[in-house]
């Protein structure tokens, strides 16, 4: 997919720049308790205002459902902006209409305002053609730097995208050029990792993936749902026996596209759901109880991925191999991705992981600045790697 990027402006002064951001942050107690998400949109803040540009920064917070709440106001974002930019941040009290035109005609060219929440607006989730041109009537070019909203289409989204010049940001032009050498047009061979708890919810990624990689591990949880479509036992594992046929379909159409599956070979069972639980190695094949439960990957199969990694170019990733939240069921998780990060480092593989148990289970491995790109956008990189459209970038193109 082809869109412009703001390398393809060369000037801005006296024109106002409407940058579609993610300021969804984590708060308790009022304060910002990480504020990545500020800190992701400072290169396109910064490269708009070199070009000249009053900068109009739209963003949504929490879920005010189409009216003003005012505890869901994003005035409090302003002042921590401003101490990371090192330049004064604006506000204003509604996102079109006297309030928003007001403020943003007082901004001095490089000058920086943040609006407020767009979903006080009913038009924002409805994608309402008209609060979509009041948006659009703010702004001369629309640029889009928030990839983790853009698998909906809302007027901020993708409604306003159609109505002025559009452009990705740079972290939105970042995200896609790594999404796009992971699945796009990857270095092969690829291989997959899609781990997690259950293969209901990630239906859709698996079937996409089959048909795009030359091998997939498929670890955690959803493995046992295919382990026993394949007559092996799983005792009280988490298992979905209901997705049997499901998941005998997903292999076969494996084998039709060419992919490799790489299911466990052994397995970690223990009987307790807690840290340290007693737990043994067992070879797949071998007896269960009905107490026992599969929570990781064991040797033998990790010794086998890393094989695979070693042999691929590419690796596309989400979703654990085990229950990484209690050791030493993070035990497959952790090796693969030490293992993945050092052929990353190595230049020998373009490594991309995405998911919010996969960044939090890469953040204990301590690997996610060694891999090549690590995605926090969630919903919007899950429905991607379904193979999924998604609004927010298509208007871009
Ligand atoms: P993501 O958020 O990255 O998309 P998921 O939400 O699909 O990942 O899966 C993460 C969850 O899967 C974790 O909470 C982990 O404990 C669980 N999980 C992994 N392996 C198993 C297993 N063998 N049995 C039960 N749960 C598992
Ligand atoms: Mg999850």
Not at 173 to 200: C, F, H, M, Q, Y
């Amino acid at each position: 997919m082809t869109f412009k990027t703001l390398d393809d402006i060369s000037d801005l002064h006296g024109k106002t720049a409407l940058v579609r951001v993610d300021f969804n942050v984590p708060v308790e107690d009022g304060r910002i308790t990480d504020d990545t998400r500020l800190k992701v949109a400072l290169p396109t803040i910064e490269k708009l205002q070199k070009l000249g540009a009053k900068v109009a920064l739209l963003a949504h917070f929490d879920r005010p459902k189409g009216k003003v709440v005012p505890e869901m106001s994003l005035r409090f974002v302003a002042p921590a902006l401003s101490a990371l930019l090192g330049t004064t941040v604006a506000f204003a009290d509604d996102c079109v209409g006297a309030d928003a035109a007001d403020v943003l005609k007082l901004l001095p060219a490089g000058g920086v305002a943040l609006l407020e929440n767009v979903r006080f607006h009913a038009g924002e989730e409805k994608n309402d053609p008209d609060f979509a041109a009041q948006l659009a009537a703010l702004g001369d070019i629309y640029v889009n730097d928030a990839f983790s909203a853009a698998h909906r289409a809302h007027a901020s989204t993708e409604g306003v995208a159609k109505l002025l010049p559009a452009y990705a940001g740079e972290s939105m032009r970042r995200e896609l050029d790594a999404l796009n050498a992971a699945l796009g047009t990857p270095v092969r061979p690829t291989i997959g990792i899609v781990g997690g708890s259950k293969v209901s919810t990630k239906l859709d990624l698996l079937k996409n993936l089959v048909g795009k990689l030359d091998a997939l591990a498929i670890g955690g949880g959803m493995a046992n749902t295919f382990l026993y479509a394949q007559g092996h036992e799983v005792g009280g594992s988490l298992c979905e026996k209901d997705l049997k046929d499901t998941a005998l379909e997903i292999l076969k159409e494996a084998e039709v596209k060419g992919c490799r599956i790489l299911l466990p070979l052994d397995v970690v069972v223990a009987q307790e759901f807690k840290a340290h639980a007693p737990n043994r190695i067992v070879d797949l094949g071998a007896e269960l109880s009905g107490d026992d439960k599969i929570f990781d990957a064991g040797p033998k199969t990790v010794a086998q991925l890393k094989d695979v990694i070693d042999n691929s170019k590419t690796l596309i990733w989400n979703g654990p191999l085990g229950v990484f939240e209690l050791p030493p069921f993070d035990t497959a998780t952790v090796e693969a991705a030490k293992f993945a990060a050092e052929q990353t480092q190595s230049g020998k593989l373009i490594a991309v992981a995405g998911g919010g148990d996969t960044v939090a289970a890469l953040n204990h491995a301590g690997v996610v600045q060694d891999m090549t790109f690590v995605s926090t956008a969630g919903g919007a990189f899950l429905e991607w790697m379904e193979g999924k459209d998604l609004p927010g970038v298509s208007a871009l193109g």
